[in-house]
């Protein structure tokens, strides 16, 4: 062997024991909300008990997450060793084998996780991904407003109801908009809730055939009624509303009613971050002609891809960071309010727990009766409730995301948004070859 030769053999053997010396740097790739924020503040923990792994953080606002880890994914080029998906990606990216399969230890006790939660996860009888935490959807409504109107809702209220509500609860001149909805566009931001409207006036995404429903009196209807709703009683610049700055409006009073996920619950009832806690009554998700698909449900779990190459390191902290010692954990540092919830038994069986999360029983009923295979009143040939869990959704989704977040910005009007968002949704569906 050549001097060159020895010399190169000689520098990556130093090298190999530099990192193993050095221990493990595993990248995790998370979107900003706050659970997760909470999980980054106390992964120190998890370093203490495991002082050969260093953890590096990239958070990131939700669409560039997804787009961020999609791409890693797919070139596997491995700048993550575990990534933040969710129900959506799970069961597409483990078909094509962009996931590593997990299987817990007994101790992590699996059984313990809810039924559709782990279902989501699961493909061909295996997990691929273990839930953070878990959602579905809810109305959120300030009690002391209600009060003072005179207004009250049911706890299933109808988008009738809402719309009602709002009109008489916008109280501009005083901070107060009527109703904040989501309004950025994108399959998993506008679109997530406009697909649940749709849902409950007898729609859906696609027929038995493949053909897309976007121009039809269902989509018509729930799609008119969003946009009047922001339009009117919403706060102004909606179409740059997401999750998060909703929750922000909504905790800081300037929203009466705010339909969105679950897990806003864990931040809108505490003293320390919200000016509405205590004033604000949890129920269910709207409904129209039908309760079929009227709430979604969502899981943010940690996932690895196959390009990993510390595989038991980043499943020790994937096993760490969604068992129940971590929820106790954060119930101990932070409460048991900041608990994330939505995904154990366990949680839900905890005094304290239910205690200072009032909207506990609202949302394990709305994820416990979520049914992604049978979610709208006409049969469809795809699973899932606010998505479509085929690979082509996400283009198709936050292209049509684009074109109805434009009703809240231009002078156009909801026949001329869903002509094309249905022309761009029939093209992208040939092109993929569902449709000839």
Known sequence: MSFSRLLAVAISVTLLMTRMAQGAELVIATVNNGHMITLQKLSGEFERQHPDIQLKWITLEEGRLRQQVSQDVATRAGQFDVMTIGAYEVPIWAKRGWIRSINPPPSYDADDLLVPIRQSLTVSGHLYALPFYGESTMTMVRTDLLKATGISLSATPTWDQIKTAAERLHAP??????????????????????????????????????MPQLDTPAWRNAVSLYADLLKRFGPPGAAANGYNENLALFSAGRCAIWIDATVAGSFINRADVSRVAGKVAFLQAPVASTPKGSHWLWTWALAMPMATNQPEAAQAFMEWATSKDYIRLVAQREGWAAVPSGTRTSTYAEPAFRQLNPHADVERHAISTANPHDATLPASPYVGIQFAAIPEFQSIGTAVGQQIARLLQEPVSVKEVLQAAQQISVRKMRDAGYLR
């Open 173 to 210: 001149d005083k901070g107060v908009y009527g109703i904040c909805l989501r309004g950025k566009p994108g399959w998993g931001e506008n679109m997530a809730l406009i697909s649940i409207m749709a849902n409950t006036f007898g729609g859906q995404w696609f027929d038995m055939n493949w």
